[in-house]
């Protein structure tokens, strides 16, 4: 059971529901993106046999609620809840039709019940529409379609005969009491239609999206967006630099009046100088390359189909296993930095890297856990499977970080064109809009302009139980949003240059993550316009789950930021001539 409003997951028979004529409750196994999610697989008695039409039978008769539970049903039906079925690992649907335009289409599960003049009715009868396939060839049926009507029938305008079969005579709703006793039937029927849809299509009803095309409007737009950027780039800094290049080359007359006029040839022995807190930069870095590469190895596979939604929780458990083996890469790559920047304690640098962004991912999804604990929701997560990621990170991240330092410290550093001087150069005072607040704020405009609408989808699919599966175009933006962070990146340390400021390190670094500003800025508007969440729990949820993407973010396009500008620099140094 789900809902927006709440964003608690509850699982089936928190509530009094009807159980299996057997009383055993089976708990199918999952895997760890859905316990994370908080999905909870359980059998339901209903009985239903290929094509064998059922006319009303009944679920479980004269069920009494207590105050207690019926209060807790009326809280959810207020809250609109929903419950999801499935059938041959298809989840249910509701088909309502668009006020505005009047067409189809569909929501996963069914709600619970609905508020009517300050009232809480419950469906307690539900009409299974199931489709079947019949392939000729093989004579085999295959389950198509499971959609489902729901009716709220009162107590008494339900006949029940012998056979456990049943007639509904009024179409009276069922309520539930706000305080005292609910006494209630549950029933429903089955009508089988026969689909000319294939098995391989099942899922498409769920994924047919109206909006396709603004996913290749926000496309086209991102396009040009990064098109405007490359002629930026195109036309300023390879321009000015091919100029300031040539001048900087000229004779040796020329060099002094050439020198006065650009700034950033004067930094040329300060610019590679190592940045502060150098163990903590190569962490950060490190743990970003880990972050970029799970991101583009998960959408690149996602894309091709492998992780789709039939899979549950697939995608979820994919990105964290592959976060845990990428742990090599990180290493690699934060240890050869870290050498490159002078760093002597390569150990502690290692242990730093492997334990600064699990370490907060862990602490905000601790601190939240106590909470939806305190809910009995079943999006808590277990403390055997916290302990499990635990191991997991103990066992695999953790030693593959350190494999990969001890190689990437021992690899020979990145090497600069020009020598550092002993002696740190005074930076001059900067202008107003080189602060870097001001940089950051306008670097992160651009990249966030081009993937904004994949972000509503995305928000869509984690807090309204949508279906998220457009990873081509996801695959797309993600392209474009590396390139655009570059880009941007690249611009903004070559001003900062011309205003001989050598402190690019941590700079280039937070201001090519000025993108997640507007990201945190955007899920705030999102919360405020889109979602109705009125209490404690659920709001600290949505903002301790938004703050891990924004982290996440902020490192992803942060480290993309950072490579654009250390390459970009290490060209325009190379090509100049220092005495």
């Not at 039978?57 to 807790?72: G, I, P, R, T």
Request: hydrophobic share 45%; glycine share 8%; charged share 15%.
């Amino acid at each position: 059971m789900t809902s927006a409003h709440t964003q608690l997951p509850y699982e089936y028979y928190s509530l009094e529901l009807c159980k299996p004529k057997s009383g055993i409750v089976e708990y199918f196994s999952q895997n760890l993106g859905q316990i994370i999610r908080g999905e909870r697989i359980v059998n339901t008695p209903y009985a239903v046999e290929m094509t064998n039409n059922a006319e009303c039978k009944v679920l479980c008769q004269d069920k009494k609620w207590d105050a207690k539970a019926s209060a807790e049903a009326g809280y959810r039906i207020e809250h609109e809840y929903f419950v999801h079925l499935i059938m041959d690992n298809l989840p249910c649907a509701t088909r309502f039709s668009m006020p505005d335009t009047g067409e189809v289409q569909y929501e996963p599960g069914y709600r619970l019940g609905y508020h009517s003049n300050g009232k809480n009715f419950i469906n307690n009868h539900l009409k299974f529409v199931l489709k079947y396939h019949l392939d000729d060839e093989q004579g085999t049926y295959r389950v198509v379609g499971f959609l489902i009507e729901t009716m709220s029938v009162d107590r008494s305008g339900l006949e029940i005969k012998g056979d456990g079969s049943c007639t509904v005579e009024s179409k009276g709703p069922q309520e539930v009491t706000q305080s005292g006793e609910t006494e209630l039937h549950f029933s429903y029927q089955v009508v089988w239609e026969r689909s000319q849809v294939k098995w391989a299509s099942r899922w498409d009803v769920y994924l047919e999206m109206a909006d396709t095309q603004i996913h290749w409007f926000s496309i086209v737009n991102s396009v040009v967006v990064v098109f405007f950027l490359s002629g930026i780039i195109t036309m300023i800094i390879i321009r000015t630099l091919r100029k300031d290049i040539a001048k900087y080359n000229m004779a040796d007359e020329d060099l002094e009046e050439s020198i006065e006029e650009t700034g950033w040839k004067l930094v040329h022995g300060d610019v590679f100088r190592p940045p502060a807190n150098n163990k903590l930069f190569a962490a950060v870095i490190g743990s970003g390359i880990q972050i970029f590469a799970m991101m583009s190895i998960t959408i690149f596979f996602a894309m091709l189909g492998m992780l789709s939604p039939a899979s549950r929780g697939a995608l979820l458990t994919a990105a964290i296993f592959l976060y845990e083996f990428l742990g090599v890469v990180a290493g690699y790559y934060s240890g050869r930095l870290y050498r490159t920047m002078k760093g002597k304690e390569w150990k502690a640098a290692a242990f730093l890297t492997s334990t600064l962004y699990p370490g907060i991912v862990f602490g905000i999804g601790f601190f939240i856990n106590l909470f939806i604990w305190g809910k009995h929701s079943s999006g808590a997560i277990p403390f055997t499977t916290m302990l499990s990621v635990g191991a997991m990170w103990f066992g695999i991240s953790l030693p593959l970080v350190f494999l990969g330092y001890y190689f990437g410290y021992r690899k020979h550093p990145y090497e600069h064109p020009v020598r550092t001087n002993q002696i740190p150069r005074q930076v001059p005072e900067q202008l107003w809009y080189m602060h870097p607040i001001s940089c950051t704020l306008m670097a992160g405009i651009l990249p966030f302009g081009a993937c904004f609408i994949e972000l509503f989808f995305i928000f869509s699919a984690i807090y309204e139980n949508q279906f998220y599966y457009l990873f081509g175009f996801l695959f797309l933006v993600f392209i474009i949003l590396v390139i655009s962070c570059s880009q941007i990146s690249i611009v903004m340390v070559y001003f900062q240059l011309c205003g001989e400021d050598y402190n690019w390190w941590w700079r280039s670094f937070i201001v090519s993550g000025g993108c997640a500003v507007y990201v945190a800025a955007y899920s705030v508007f999102y919360f405020c316009t889109k979602l109705e969440i009125d209490e404690f729990v659920p709001t600290l949820l949505y903002f301790s789950y938004t703050s891990i993407m924004v982290i996440t973010f902020w490192l992803l396009t942060g480290t993309i930021g950072f490579y654009a500008a250390y390459t970009f620099i290490r060209k325009i140094y190379a090509a100049v001539k220092i005495d």
